[in-house]
């Protein structure tokens, strides 16, 4: 990798992002909306229609689950089925009202057998009410940048108001990644927990290889609907079709031209030093700067990737504590913007007229 790492101030470089692959020059599929994420730097590899708003029916659970998990619950605990939780229309697990089960249980049953009632009781039980529990869910989306999305219901059934894109549900799928305890989950082909025994709707856990799951969709608007994650040789592809009668074959086909010719290349390691920038008022007057995460990317051998730093400030302040964010490094392959990570301070700068602390002299940045 060509590091160039030139200094420029926020907001003084702009450059496009690369563009995906359009559909005609990558697989032939049935989908109509499809996208094709590398899962480390989110890059999209191939897109068709993937901005369009269209209906996702029961991959919507995936925020359901996202957002349940981050809202503090403890998987052990014990929720009582309310009647209004119960009865749901479509796919369930059959609660019944005042049923006792955990937390965990519901999630499996939310995710595996894409309950609908599951879906009402998490909600409910996790948000105080489910109209709270959407607004969270919204919230989120906002948060992952998913900028043409909205829900208006926990388990996806056909809503006013309820849609994302292909694009956006790669973004959500991206951030389930990440969650330990979701993509547990969505990767089990079968559970019993309790007298409940669940077995996984997705296919591709048994068909593809290196498929980690996600989640499945179909509502007779919709059409099916699909999210899929496969790990290989190093490599995280993210797959999201929308109004898909082939499915399983396009994600399949999808996959394998992700996977093909491209490898996966480590751009930058988390705490690698890429310069150092002037401290005002500090024990010493250079403060090293270092990137603050890791970024793997999967590239083909002929993509080069150039490197720029673009700072909040051109100096710093003393004191500065290591880890404080001071900009982004920014990659390109050929010219164009590929991904993004933070820049931060690779040290602690005391300030020069602070006085001694705990007994111990502050000299060069260190405890002596």
Known sequence: MKRLFSIVLAGALIAP?????????????????????DGD???????????????????????????????GRDL???????????????SSIYLRPGEEITLEALLYGLLLRSG????????????????????????????????????????????????STAYDMALLARACLENETLSQI??????TLGTRSFTNHNKLLWRYEGCVGMKTGYTERAGRTLVSAAQRDGMTMI??????????????ALLDWGFSGRQARTL??????VGQLPVSGGLIPLCSV????????????????????????????????????????????????????????GTDIPDAAAPERGGWPWKNGFKS
């Open 268 to 273: 930058v390691q988390a705490g690698e030093r």
């Open 76 to 90: 052990d605990e014990v929720v009582t089925a309310l009647p209004e939780w119960t009865g749901a229309e479509g």
């Open 17 to 37: 992002s690369l563009p995906a692959v359009r559909a005609e020059e990558g697989p032939q599929i049935s989908a109509a909306s499809a996208v094709l994420m």
């Open 116 to 163: 609908n009632d599951a879906a009402l009781a998490v909600a409910g039980f996790c948000g105080g009410t489910v109209e709270d529990f959407v607004a969270r869910m919204n919230e989120k989306a906002e948060d992952l940048g998913m900028a043409d999305s909205h829900f208006a219901n926990p388990n996806g059934l056909d809503a006013e108001g309820h849609y």
């Open 41 to 71: 730097s989110g890059r999209v590899l191939y897109e068709k229609d993937g901005r369009t708003r269209r209906l996702i029916a029961s991959t919507t659970k995936l925020m359901t689950a996202l957002v349940a998990l981050e809202s």
């Open 186 to 191: 969505v990767s089990t082909r079968s559970i």
């Open 290 to 345: 270092a990137a603050g995460e890791s970024l793997i990317a999967a590239l083909t051998p002929e993509e080069q990737v150039d490197t720029a730093c673009e700072l909040t400030a051109s100096a710093l302040k003393a004191p500065v504590a290591a880890g404080t964010p001071v900009g982004e490094i920014i990659y390109y392959v050929n010219s164009k913007e590929l991904a993004r990570t933070p820049l931060v301070a």
């Open 239 to 252: 797959c999201v079709t929308l109004d898909a009668p082939s499915d399983w074959a396009d994600h399949t």
